[in-house]
């Protein structure tokens, strides 16, 4: 039977053992402290960005189609003059 000594000289070297990150209570009172008003934050942006979005689609397709009916008067107006003529 092989001696304790033969066996500690074959085996494998040990690693240093991993650190380990865990929760500490001074992570949870970080998180807890900073979580709630960024995730407040980027909510309100959020939906600060999404109706001023909509506002300005809403605007854009409005100004869009006055100057659609505009040109369409337009239009109207010269083939009536055209039609108009002798």
Do not use: C
Not at 45 to 67: C, G, H, N, P
Not at 72 to 77: E, S, T, V
């Amino acid at each position: 039977m092989p001696s304790l000594r033969l066996l500690a000289r074959h085996a494998p070297p040990r690693r240093p053992a991993a650190r380990r990150y865990s929760t500490t209570l001074e992570n949870i009172g970080f998180v807890r402290a900073y979580a709630k008003p960024v995730a407040t934050i980027f909510l309100w942006s959020s939906l600060t960005y999404m109706s001023l979005q909509a506002v300005w689609s809403k605007l854009y397709f409005d100004e869009i189609r006055l100057e659609t009916e505009a040109r369409i008067d337009r239009l109207h107006a010269e083939l009536k003059l055209l039609d108009d003529r002798p």
